[in-house]
């Protein structure tokens, strides 16, 4: 069993890539994507020209495979969407390098490189101009009769709800093991600061800065009563337990899903160390939320100072 690598566990915030010898590069593109993968080769060329090393991997590859290939990389460039990047980062996390990535997929929010600009800003990250971002996933724990039936990270959000059938579910809400409330909603959102802006930003959710060690919980239409959003602390935990037979998931960054039972908890907390990313403005998350939409003018004059 791999063991985490604890050269990249909880680097300090804001020490650049001049700090890091880079020279082993694991590039990792997006399942059937041409262009990605031209783009890769490309990187790779022009990394071997300057005599460093880069291997191309698929977004496919078994987490074993990858997990092999981060203990003798120095970086992970992924060349995808937020999906891409989510699922890497979560099946790297026990053997985890520095991530940066290259935007093939349609949002693009966790992707800091245009692909039209790669070659300038590895240029720039060669040359120690890039800053470390840590950002602390979700661990949760799925309990059915005192077992664990499923356990993982989230990068984004762990999320239960309801199914197919527009109806609401039933739950019971607790945090350190103090009980807050039954719920009749549609879902409840446990969300990274990381994950603000998925999901949980359209169940209005608070927006967090990505390197915030917190967790969010936002309820999904919540039915009468009243259920703010809370931000809660790392060392939180929140638990779930299902109250009523109706069909219920759990859905792991929107990836993957587990259908739950009456009686079953699902426990989430911060997990125990975080992610590197590789960011080229720390403030990159400010100017995304204005670029993407999330921030919006509001009437009268408006100057962009």
Partial sequence: MNTVNTDFINVPNGKTSKEYVLQNFLLIIKENNSEALQTAEDIKAWLEKKFLSATIVSAFI????????????????????????????????????????????????LADIPP??????????????????????????????????????????????????????????????????????????CSAPLGATAYAASAHGPLAFPALDAHIVTPISPF?????????????????????????????????????RKNDTVLVKSAEHKISMFVSDPRWFWKRLRERGFIMPGPGKYTNR
């Fill in 62 to 109: 078994p987490e074993e495979e990858l997990l092999k290939h981060t203990e003798t990389h120095d970086i992970a460039v992924i060349l995808g969407g937020d999906g891409t990047i989510l699922g890497i980062s979560r099946r790297m996390y026990r053997n985890p390098v520095p991530l940066l990535g290259i935007n093939f997929g349609k949002v693009g929010f």
């Fill in 224 to 260: 009468a009563g009243a259920f703010p959003p809370l931000v809660l602390p790392r060392e939180s935990s929140i638990q779930i337990t299902c109250l009523e037979d109706r069909e219920t998931f759990i859905t792991i960054d929107g990836q993957d899903s587990y259908d739950v």
């Fill in 116 to 189: 039209e600009n790669w070659k300038e800003c590895f240029k720039k990250l060669l040359a120690g101009a890039y800053q470390i971002q840590n950002v602390t996933p979700l661990h949760f724990e799925h309990i059915r009769d005192s077992r664990i039936v499923n356990s993982g990270i989230a990068m984004n959000d762990v999320v239960v709800s309801r199914g197919a059938v527009a109806k609401s579910i039933f739950i019971k809400l607790c945090i350190d093991d103090i009980f807050l409330t039954n719920l009749h909603c549609d879902g409840l959102i």
